[in-house]
């Protein structure tokens, strides 16, 4: 079933206005702390009243302004897993899932503890078990009830990558299982991407974009929303020929590209950009005649980022102009450091242009 919000909202200095259909899988509210993501969170769970519009879930009302409905919490069968697990400390773990369900819940418990890998911690007190496994808690107590909808407001920010990623695939097995809308907060691009089958990027209350979360990552609607996502490159430029449902050629500013067909006219001024994984290293022995996308450029810089190496490249005048990603392994196979000359292509598929 679908989860219909269209509601607005004025909280302090904060006006929320959102419009947005959410169905089946795991949907992320990604955005700036303080533009409305929790607060979009508790209206769904009944904990905040909107100030007019509607929050429809299949064919139950949570909240209609126009006919003055409005279902308490306890009533609005939604699973709610904060950011602190909030665990009763005088609870054993088993007890605090059961909590509010009763004994009749044992066999969905076992399931539960089971699907989470916490089956060994039923007896065990919230003191005596780790970060990890008590996020673990958290979501089994919130999907015992069986609830329509399940909200995640940053729950994995407290721990650490490698926890993280553990609880990560615990969550994406439990959705999977339980087949509902799930609505995640998170500011990690990476956990994002990994985690959303689809992303709305939120920004003062507003929805920037919504939609599946390869496409926000590639194809971000203006330049806001694609400098959120991670596309550091961007550009200006004017288009200086289409080809129809070919390429567009752009006379940018820096340098001239090709672009996958977009419907623009001829001398318009527009922004491209690329992602920084998506800047293609070309090693020293290859074709030198391929031009199309092609750039020489200078390192300015490398900046270890874990396993992945951020190359700084200047191609004109400024400071750098482009950014790149690299695997560790191939900076230290070529052996590339700052000052050295490289040549790197702008995969034409990877551009994008951005409306802006």
């Known amino acids: 079933m679908t989860l219909s919000i269209n509601v607005s909202k004025?909280?302090?200095?904060?006006?929320?206005?959102?419009?947005?259909?959410?169905?089946?899988?795991?949907?992320?509210?990604?955005?700036?702390?303080?533009?409305?993501?929790t607060t979009l969170l508790n209206l769904i769970a009944g904990l905040i009243v909107p100030d007019k519009g509607e929050i429809i879930f299949g064919n139950k009302v949570y909240y209609h302004s126009e006919t003055?409905?409005?279902?308490?919490?306890?009533?609005?069968?939604?699973?709610?897993?904060?950011?602190?697990?909030?665990?009763?400390?005088?609870?054993?773990?088993?007890?605090?899932?059961?909590?509010?369900?009763?004994?009749?819940?044992?066999?969905?418990?076992?399931?539960?503890?089971?699907?989470?890998?916490?089956?060994?911690?039923?007896?065990?007190?919230?003191?005596?078990?780790?970060?990890?496994?008590?996020?673990?808690?958290?979501l089994a107590r919130a999907l015992i009830t069986k609830p329509n909808i399940l909200l995640l407001d940053e729950p994995f920010s407290s721990l650490d990558n490698f926890v993280r990623q553990k609880v990560r695939v615990d969550l994406m097995n439990v959705l999977k299982e339980y087949n509902i809308p799930g609505i995640l907060v998170t500011h990690d691009l990476e956990e994002a991407l990994m985690l959303g089958d689809k992303i709305?990027?939120?920004?003062?209350?507003?929805?920037?974009?919504?939609?599946?979360?390869?496409?926000?990552?590639?194809?971000?609607?203006?330049?806001?929303?694609?400098?959120?996502?991670?596309?550091?490159?961007?550009?200006?430029?004017?288009v200086k020929e289409t080809v129809p449902n070919k390429r567009v050629l752009i006379e940018g500013i820096k340098f001239d590209v090709e672009v996958p067909y977009f419907p623009v006219t001829e001398g318009t001024k527009v922004v491209f950009g690329i992602r920084p994984e998506d800047v293609l290293y070309l090693r020293p022995d290859r074709d030198l005649s391929i031009k199309i996308?092609?750039?020489?450029a200078r390192i300015v810089d490398i900046i270890d980022e874990k396993s992945l190496c951020r190359l700084l490249l200047r191609v004109t005048a400024d400071y750098y102009d482009v950014e790149m990603l690299l695997p560790r392994h191939v900076v230290d196979k070529r052996g590339l450091k700052a000052g050295d000359f490289c040549r790197v292509s702008l995969q034409r598929r990877s551009l994008h242009i951005i409306k802006d």
């Open 293 to 296: 996308n092609t750039l020489k």
């Open 200 to 238: 709305a990027v939120m920004d003062e209350g507003n929805i920037l974009q919504y939609g599946l979360a390869k496409e926000i990552f590639s194809r971000p609607a203006n330049r806001k929303v694609a400098r959120f996502v991670g596309m550091k490159n961007i550009y200006q430029g004017r």
């Open 10 to 37: 004025q909280l302090d200095k904060l006006y929320l206005q959102v419009d947005l259909q959410i169905g089946k899988g795991l949907t992320v509210l990604l955005g700036p702390s303080g533009c409305g993501k």
């Open 68 to 138: 003055k409905s409005h279902v308490p919490v306890y009533k609005r069968s939604v699973g709610y897993v904060f950011q602190a697990p909030t665990l009763f400390p005088h609870l054993t773990v088993k007890e605090n899932i059961l909590y509010g369900v009763g004994r009749q819940a044992e066999k969905e418990l076992q399931h539960l503890l089971s699907l989470l890998r916490i089956e060994k911690l039923e007896e065990r007190m919230p003191a005596q078990i780790s970060g990890g496994q008590a996020q673990r808690v958290a």
